[in-house]
Structure formats: C-alpha cells, structure tokens
C-alpha cells in the first residue's frame, strides 16, 4: 500500500463503482492536498464561499484546507504568475483557468515564465506548477469561450499537456501531474464532466506520457484523445460488425506523445486515423500524421487519415455549431477509407 493510500480516510476507501470527472478531479486535489502540505489551489471562485468552483471541482476544499484554496481576482495573468513564482520557492500550485481561451490572457507568464525557467536556469530552477481548464464545444458557449487550444502549448517546450477521456484517467493523471517537477497544461472537456465511468482507485497515479490502449484490433489503429475518446469507441464496435478490427488507443498525455505505443500499433495494423476536436490545420493530427509516416512511410499500407474539426471560430448557433464538429460519419468514413 502507498503512503497515499494509507492516510486515506475510511470513507475514501468505500468509494463508489461509478463516477464523473467532477468527483474523480476533486478527490485527485484532496488526495494531494492531504499528501503534500506544499500543494495549493486557486483560481476564480473556486473557494466554498464562491461556490467551490464553476463546476464544483473544489467544492469542500477551502473548508477543509482553508487558506491553502483561495479564490482570486479576475485576474489571469496576476494569479498565473503568482502560481509561477510561488512553484519557484517550493510549492506546488494548482491553478485553475475557468475557460481554456482565457488562456491567451496569461500566455507571457506561462511560455516565457513557467516554460523557461528550467532551460534559462541551467535546471536550477524548475516550476512545479499544474493550470488545469476545459473547453469545448456543443454548449453554445461561443467562439471565445470554447477552443481547443492545445496545439498552442505543444508547441512550447517545457511544457506538458494532460488530456483525460475518464474519471479513473482524470484522477491518476492530475496526481501525476500535481507530483511533476515541470508545469503541466490539464485539459478537461465538458462533456466528460458528466459522463459516469470507472472510479479511480485512491492513491494510484497514472504516469504522464504513457498512452492506453483502449481496444486491442488488428486492422487500423484509431488513436484519440479527451472528447473524441466518447466518439470513437461507439464507431469502432459498429465497424467491428461488419468485420473492421480497429485497435483503438487514448493519448492521455499529448506533449509528450507516447510513441512507442502508437508505432507499435500502427506498424501491426499498417493503417492509422487520428481524431481531435481541435481545429484541423496545424494541429496536434497534422504532428502525429507526420510522425507516423516518417518512421513507418514503407510499412503503411494507407495514408493517414485525419479527422478533426472545422478551421473556424466555434460557432453559438447550434446548427452551426453542431456543423463545426466532427462527426461519426466522418470518423466512420475515414477508417473505411484507410482500408479502400
């Protein structure tokens, strides 16, 4: 038993068979929280007076940790950088950005400040620092409140990009994340807040940079991450009924990608489609795409297929909206399509 789990309330140890992202991610910070003095959390609204998060992801927290959990301004480049130095002088902050394009508000303190410190320091310095925030379409939250923006900070060195499908996944990759010296970008997707899956069990972290293996197949590898892992498991067991085998992997960690999992798929299967609900041009696809047919170009038996969202604002109408989306005809079109 780990050290984590033996200071585990009895409570915690008669967690439910089901949960959502939402329970699993609050009891990742308690978890940690209890583990490490050093952890701290903060954000907007994310105390219980403020009603413990705009999803309720820290309900409790403050009430049970006090001034460890503080709620801030709206204030996204003041809190970023006060997490930035306080990772500096030895804590480990958890900082949460309500929405993923606020982002862009604080982007000097994450690239220039928390991506850096370790390379303009000659690893001196690290920032052991987590920002988690979600996104994502199909809520009608508008252009500039819904962008899958991770392509932006995998193309930052120093920087680490989470993104779970699952409650069980949500909780050992945070903890992971929480425990890594470097900082880490935690994407989570609102439509995974809701969707019930496998409790986490308590205490165990899943390692950043390690990819699962969601279905085992034979015949095409699908290889998705976040939203599209609740898209592509129902396409794959329809194809499977008219004798497609996909093997079907969820990244997990984005920056870095497990590649060895992945070209050891692809090579067994020959063919590959990468899904995401980011915008098609210059994305995390276009990356894997290319890393694929540069080591395995001679043992591919079909191009590699992309399927991904349109190069547009996120629309507010829903039928437009719902247009901006990929969808499982197109995901279903372009497996067929490796295997043509």
């Known amino acids: 038993m780990s050290e984590t789990q033996a200071e585990l309330s009895p409570a915690a140890a008669k967690a439910p068979a089901k949960v959502n992202m939402i329970q699993a991610l609050n009891w990742a910070l308690d978890d940690a929280m209890?583990?490490?003095?050093?952890?701290?959390?903060?954000?907007?609204e994310i105390a219980d007076p403020e009603g413990g998060g705009i999803v309720k992801i820290s309900h409790g927290l403050s009430t049970k940790y006090g001034s460890r959990v503080r709620s801030t301004p709206i204030s996204e480049m003041g809190f970023v950088g006060a997490a930035v130095g306080a990772a500096v002088v030895g804590f480990k902050?958890?900082?949460?950005?309500?929405?993923?394009?606020?982002?862009?508000?604080?982007?000097?303190?994450?690239?220039?400040?928390?991506?850096?410190?370790?390379?303009?320091?000659?690893?001196?310095?690290?920032?052991?620092?987590?920002?988690?925030?979600?996104?994502?379409?199909?809520?009608?939250?508008?252009?500039?409140?819904?962008d899958f923006l991770e392509a932006w900070f995998c193309h930052t060195p120093g920087i680490k990009v989470v993104m779970p499908s699952n409650p069980a996944d949500g909780y050992g990759l945070l903890r992971s994340a929480i425990n890594d010296p470097d900082p880490v970008i935690f994407i989570e997707h609102l439509n995974n807040y809701w969707t019930p899956g496998d409790a986490p069990e308590r205490g165990k972290l899943i390692p950043l940079g390690k990819a699962r293996i969601h279905r085992p197949g034979k015949d095409v590898t699908v290889i998705g991450y976040s939203r599209s892992m609740l898209d592509i498991p129902p396409v794959a067991e329809?194809?499977?009924?008219?004798?497609?085998?996909?093997?079907?992997?969820?990244?997990?960690?984005?920056?870095p990608m497990d590649m060895?999992?992945?070209?050891?798929?692809?090579?067994?299967?020959?063919?590959?489609?990468?899904?995401?609900?980011?915008?098609?041009?210059?994305?995390?696809?276009?990356?894997?795409s290319s890393r694929i047919h540069e080591a395995l170009f001679r043992e591919l038996k079909a191009p590699v297929e992309r399927v991904a969202s349109e190069d547009s604002p996120v629309p507010y109408a829903p039928p437009l909206e719902q247009a901006f989306l990929y969808t499982h005809a197109e995901l279903e079109a372009a497996i067929r399509k490796t295997l043509a």
């Not at 329809?238 to 920056?255: F, N, P, S, W, Y």
């Open 34 to 44: 209890s583990a490490d003095k050093n952890v701290i959390v903060f954000g907007e």
């Open 93 to 146: 902050p958890v900082v949460e950005i309500m929405l993923m394009n606020f982002v862009a508000v604080c982007m000097d303190q994450i690239t220039n400040h928390a991506a850096k410190l370790r390379f303009m320091s000659g690893g001196q310095t690290h920032v052991p620092m987590v920002i988690r925030t979600m996104t994502g379409s199909g809520f009608q939250n508008g252009g500039q409140h819904s």
């Open 238 to 255: 329809k194809l499977a009924k008219d004798g497609i085998d996909c093997e079907v992997i969820d990244l997990r960690t984005v920056q």
């Open 260 to 288: 060895e999992t992945i070209l050891t798929s692809v090579k067994k299967t020959g063919r590959a489609v990468v899904v995401h609900e980011a915008c098609r041009s210059f994305g995390v696809g276009a990356e894997l």
